[in-house]
């Protein structure tokens, strides 16, 4: 009886206040994503602390720290919100009206590969919807979909959790970029070379490229990593006039320098592997996520 009364005294909005103030972690932050005052949402999370029994959100120098009670109630949150979602509004997805905002995880190489194609189809399809883009490394952006904190990750998964569900977007292979004239008048890399010189490794708070290093551990071989590097977007300028290798996935070389640099197959086997799209399960009824993901493939499929 007593859970029934208390949910008697709390309504739709105020949850979707709450998540608003577990994702912004601050108070104005949160008003402005909901078009609402900062006396309402004031307001709101003293009402939410009246009925919940707890704090929820603490003062942390100018914004606020979740507890640990809110901190569970995330991913429940945010699975509620998604299911009331699709039960109000089962088929009434627009994308032409749409208001809504997604988050999305990737790294920089899947940001250059996803995002000009997909930003092109929304400001033409659905100009209402937005794009809140973070960057984390693999083990971030799953323990993200897990937590609720974005909606959708694009990269490489080679394990998923049961929770969550993916989608592949196309195969990538490696491929090395060297500058040309580094390399014999052939053009080859041999593996001598590709071993004896220094080499630019990208990684992300340690994630790096374990396939590589798995494939040159099977030929009992290592490499030396001269720069390592948490971002795609310098990368090929660090080869140029240089005797540095970059070992990457092929799509990230389409665009550069060629009369400068060079992009040659790696001289060992590394297994190719799928791009894919990934989300947490509970989102499966989104119809506007489902939408986003449908185009996110077309765009690839075209490309």
Sequence with gaps: MQHMNDLRRIDLNLLVILEA???????????????????????????????????????????????????????????????????LAPNAFDPATAKRTF??????????????????????????????ISHASREGMLDAILNGDIDLAAGVFPELPNEVRSTPLFDEHYACLVDRNSLPAEGILDLPSYLARP????????????EIERALTALRERRRVAISLPHWSVAPDLI????????????????????????????????????????????????????????????????
């Excluded at 009925?51 to 120098?61: E, H």
């Excluded at 995002?115 to 937005?130: F, Q, S, V, W």
């Excluded at 080499?199 to 374990?210: A, I, K, N």
């Design 21 to 87: 103030l577990l994702s912004e972690q601050h108070v104005t932050r949160a008003a402005e994503r909901l078009h609402l005052s900062q006396p309402a949402v004031s307001h709101a999370l003293a009402r939410l602390r009246d009925v919940l029994g707890d704090p929820l959100l603490v003062r942390a120098g100018s914004g606020l720290v979740p507890t640990p009670r809110a901190l569970e109630l995330i991913a429940p949150l945010s699975e509620a919100l998604a299911q009331v979602q699709s039960l």
């Design 103 to 132: 988050r999305l995880a990737m790294s920089d190489y899947g940001a250059a590969i996803v995002l000009p194609g997909l930003i092109r189809t929304l400001r033409r399809e659905a100009p209402g919807i937005d794009l809140q």
């Design 199 to 210: 080499h630019v490794l990208l990684e992300m708070r340690g994630s790096g490229t374990p």
């Design 240 to 303: 140029s006039g240089t005797d540095l290798i970059l070992t990457v996935a092929s799509r990230g070389l389409r665009d550069i320098d060629e009369q400068s640099l060079l992009v040659v197959p790696p001289p060992f086997h590394i297994p190719s592997f799928s791009f894919v799209l990934a989300w947490h399960k509970r989102r499966g009824g989104d119809q506007a996520l489902n939408w986003l993901n449908g185009r996110i493939g077309e765009g690839m499929k075209s490309q």
